[in-house]
């Protein structure tokens, strides 16, 4: 395997770092504009809520956009609050001597089932799916948030030092271990570049004994063309 200088490979490593951060924030652009939508409906609904129903009990509609705020708000809380395992659990109880639920097609009705819609756990069913509905909105922003801060977290990535780790890898076929790194790479401050080296896809941490890093075949590959470039240079 022919030696990568750091200062070669540290090019083509930011250049992973941009295509990643830009991609994430693409993505979370797009789930902000999606997330802000999915809101727009909702806070829409809950207005038009106020309008059908509200101003029958005689609540003014100048409340009606106080309300869908604070109603919004709930659901982001909620959202936080609210275990999404067990919004997808779901159980129904048949409205026959059969305990197994049967749908079926019926002549001139269309489908039909002999679920129970008046159960207790059918009723609690419809609940979970009907919050599960409303969290779209707040669920889709939390995963834009979440992409703003995978990039400015891969942003942050020390590509000089990083790239001197992964000469030392790509040097090496398989694993290296941690102490075998510290060894053989200057400089390198294990407190602080070993968790970068983590958030880059092309670096595997193995945790089995003895622990270290690898790269995947895909960044061996691509360092191999790298060098190939480099060469014919």
């Known amino acids: 395997m022919a030696p990568l200088e750091p200062t070669e490979l540290q090019g083509w490593l930011r250049r992973q770092v941009w295509l990643y951060v830009i991609g994430r924030v693409a993505a979370a652009v797009a789930l902000l504009l999606l997330g802000a939508g999915v809101l727009f ?7 038009g809520f106020g309008y ?4 029958r009990f005689g609540v003014p509609a100048d409340y009606y956009a106080l309300i869908a705020g604070v109603f919004l708000a709930l659901l982001f809380v909620g959202n936080i609050r609210t275990d999404r395992q067990y919004l997808t ?3 129904v109880t048949a ?10 097609y019926l002549p001139h009705m269309g489908l039909v089932s002999n679920i129970n819609p008046l159960a207790p756990d059918t009723m609690h069913t419809g609940v979970k799916i009907i919050t599960s509905l409303l969290y779209t909105g707040p669920r889709v922003i939390v ?5 703003l801060c995978s990039a400015l977290r891969m942003f942050a ?5 990083c790239a001197g780790v992964i000469a030392f890898l790509y040097a090496r076929p398989g694993r290296a271990d941690f102490r075998s790194i510290v060894a053989g790479v200057a400089d390198v401050n294990p407190v602080t570049t070993f968790p970068q080296l983590a958030r880059l896809d092309g670096v595997l941490v193995l945790k089995s004994e003895p622990a270290g890093f690898a790269l995947s075949s895909d960044w061996r590959s691509a360092l191999d063309a790298q060098c190939a470039d480099a060469t014919h240079s």
């Open 52 to 55: 059908f129903v509200l101003s």
């Open 95 to 104: 409205g026959t001597y059969n305990s197994e639920v049967v749908t079926f």
């Open 157 to 161: 990535v020390d590509t000089r030092a």
């Open 89 to 91: 659990e779901f159980s």
């Open 143 to 147: 995963a834009a948030w979440r992409c």
């Open 41 to 47: 409906v909702e806070y829409w609904l809950v207005v």
